[in-house]
C-alpha cells in the first residue's frame, strides 16, 4: 500500500482533470451510428492536448487509448468500426498519464432508447460506486468499500463481477492493494490517508462467470447478459473521500464531499447539497 504525499495528490488531481476532460469529450461525440474507434480517436486527441499520454495506449500490449465494451462486453473491449445502434449500453474506460502519475475512470452509457433492465443496471452501478466511495474514510477497512458496493449491487438485483477487481493507482497505473467489489465490512487492510484506489464496479445483469476471448483482453459476461462498468480516482483524506476525476475545475473543492450522487458526478451536474 503506497500512500502519497499531498504534492503527489496535486499531480494526480491535475491528471485526472486531463482524463476527465476527454471523457467529456468522448461524451459529447457518444450517438446512434458512431463507432468505438471515432470515440478512441477523440479520446486520444483530447488527451494529448491537455499535455498528458494515453495511459492504456501499450499497456501489456493493450492497441486503444479507450477500452470500449458494449452490451455483454464486461470491460476490456477493444474500439471498433461497428456503429453504435439504438438500444446498445457502452461502457467506456479511460487512462491517462501526466507528470509520471496516473488517473483512471469509467462510465457506461445508454445508447439511445434502452430497456429498463439497462437502465436499472446502470443505475445500480453509479450508486454501488458511490456506496463505495462514501465508505473510503481513514480508520475503514478495505472490506467496508467492497461490502458497500456489494450490497448495492446485491439488493438491486444484479451480479458483481468476480474476476476483475479495482486497485491502488499512482506512479503505477496498478498498485497494490487490489479493491473487490465483494466482500466482508470490517476485514482488509486500514485505509490510511494519502492512500489513492480506482474504485470500479463491474456489474451483469445475472450471476454469471466472465470469459475472456482469445485476443486475451476482451472479457465477456459467459450467458451473454449486459454488464456495466464505472469507475472513479478516489484518495483517503483526513477530511474525507477526494474524489479526484470528479468534474469540477478546483479538486480542492471535492475534499470531503462524497455524498453527492455519483451519476450527478459522471454527468457533472454536482452541487454541493447533492442535487
Not at 491535475?14 to 446512434?32: G, K, S, T, Y
Not at 498528458?52 to 473491449?77: E, I, M, Q, R, W
Not at 476483475?164 to 487492510?189: D, K, L
Not at 470500479?200 to 472479457?219: F, I, K, R, S
Request: proline share 4%; charged share 20%.
Amino acid at each position: 500500500m503506497i500512500l502519497k504525499r499531498p504534492a503527489e495528490l496535486d499531480i494526480m488531481a491535475e491528471a485526472a482533470v486531463i482524463n476527465r476532460q476527454a471523457l467529456e469529450a468522448v461524451e459529447r461525440a457518444i450517438a446512434v451510428g458512431v463507432t468505438t474507434a471515432e470515440l478512441n480517436a477523440i479520446a486520444e486527441d483530447a488527451i494529448l492536448a491537455g499535455g498528458g499520454t494515453p495511459a492504456f495506449k501499450g499497456y501489456n500490449g493493450f492497441p486503444a487509448t479507450l477500452c470500449t465494451s458494449v452490451n455483454d462486453v464486461v470491460v476490456h473491449g477493444f474500439p471498433s468500426d461497428e456503429p453504435l445502434r439504438a438500444g446498445d449500453v457502452l461502457s467506456v474506460d479511460i487512462g491517462t498519464l501526466y507528470k509520471g502519475y496516473a488517473a483512471d475512470m469509467a462510465r457506461t452509457y445508454a445508447i439511445g432508447d434502452v430497456s429498463d433492465e439497462a437502465k436499472a443496471l446502470i443505475d445500480a452501478s453509479e450508486r454501488s460506486l458511490q456506496a463505495g466511495i462514501d465508505a473510503m474514510r481513514a480508520g475503514n477497512r478495505l472490506g467496508d468499500v467492497a461490502a458497500a458496493i456489494q450490497a448495492v449491487v446485491e439488493d438491486a438485483g444484479f451480479w458483481v463481477v468476480r474476476e476483475f477487481v479495482g486497485h491502488g493507482i499512482g506512479r503505477a497505473f496498478h498498485e497494490a492493494p487490489n479493491v473487490p467489489n465483494f466482500g466482508r465490512a470490517g476485514t482488509g487492510p486500514v485505509l490510511r490517508s494519502g492512500l489513492v484506489l480506482a474504485i470500479e464496479p463491474m456489474v451483469t445483469v445475472n450471476q454469471t462467470a466472465v470469459d475472456v476471448l482469445e485476443d486475451g483482453w476482451t472479457a465477456v459476461s459467459a450467458d451473454g447478459s449486459l454488464a456495466a462498468h464505472v469507475e472513479h480516482t478516489v484518495a483517503v483524506t483526513d477530511d474525507g473521500p477526494w474524489v479526484l476525476t470528479a468534474p469540477r475545475a478546483s479538486r480542492a473543492s471535492e475534499r470531503g464531499t462524497s455524498t453527492t450522487n455519483a451519476a450527478q458526478w459522471a454527468d457533472g451536474r454536482a452541487d454541493p447539497a447533492g442535487r
